[in-house]
């Protein structure tokens, strides 16, 4: 079965510095994943996806993700921190090779990003 | 493309009441899916459809919740005889079949249910 486990519920950082959200992810099969983000009383944001292409995978707003088989991990990076990327970030898996693309959630990272 | 839309948005219920949610997907996405979200938590899976066909149900759905999606189009959710613990947020998303644009799957911004 698959799981996904994000490593940190929350996270803050300093505008200006590097944004690190662990994801560690379990799974029988090579799986899609996705990062996710939710701003408050939004719905959620597709910010990256991998589907077993490159391993280093760019997303929006100057995030990137890099899948890892041999370690399980899928963490999300920004080199710089903006203000506006307080949210909370989601770790999904998603089951291509099967009957459905049903996502796999993690519990999510909430993101502060302090002045 | 004006991406996926809910309504209501926010929705306040006496408990034992019933409620039903619309979702109406991004034209042309023919698969449709329902999840929940409860406060410090991740979604969770629902169900699924792919057109009208309702193809998956988790076993979150209790008895009390239907979803519906006669056309193909829109779909609803009821949740009959409101308890307490179904107070939550509950999304819908769409997406087109594998193996097309990607399989990205498209979030609306969700449904607040709150049941006193």
């Known amino acids: 079965a698959q799981s996904v486990t994000q490593l940190d519920s929350h996270v803050s950082v300093s505008e200006g510095t590097p944004v690190l959200l662990r994801c560690n992810y379990s799974s029988s099969y090579s799986p899609s994943l996705f990062w996710y983000v939710q701003h408050p009383n939004k719905g959620l944001q597709l910010l990256l996806k991998?589907?077993?292409?490159?391993?280093l995978v760019k997303g929006i707003n100057g995030f990137e993700a890099e899948f890892k088989k041999s370690e399980t991990s899928f963490h999300l990076t920004k080199p710089s921190a903006h203000m506006s990327d307080a949210a909370e970030y989601f770790c999904v898996a998603s089951n291509y090779g099967g009957a459905t693309n049903k996502l796999i959630f993690g519990t999510g990272t909430l993101l502060a990003v302090q002045p | 493309d004006t991406g996926v839309s809910q309504n209501p948005r926010h929705k306040i219920t006496k408990r034992g009441q019933n409620v039903t949610f619309r979702c109406d997907p991004i034209s042309e996405h023919n698969r449709l899916y329902w999840y929940r979200q409860t406060l410090g938590q991740g979604p969770e899976f629902l169900t699924y459809f792919q057109n009208e066909a309702q193809l998956e149900k988790s076993r979150l759905l209790s008895d009390r919740f239907s979803a519906e999606r006669p056309k193909g189009s829109f779909s609803t959710l009821e949740i009959q005889r409101t308890e307490q613990g179904d107070s939550a947020m509950y999304l819908c998303?769409?997406?087109?079949?594998?193996?097309?644009?990607?399989?990205?799957?498209?979030f609306g911004e969700g449904s607040w249910l709150t049941v006193v």
């Open positions: 991998y589907t077993s292409a490159a391993t």
């Open positions: 998303a769409s997406s087109q079949t594998q193996y097309r644009s990607g399989n990205t799957i498209y």
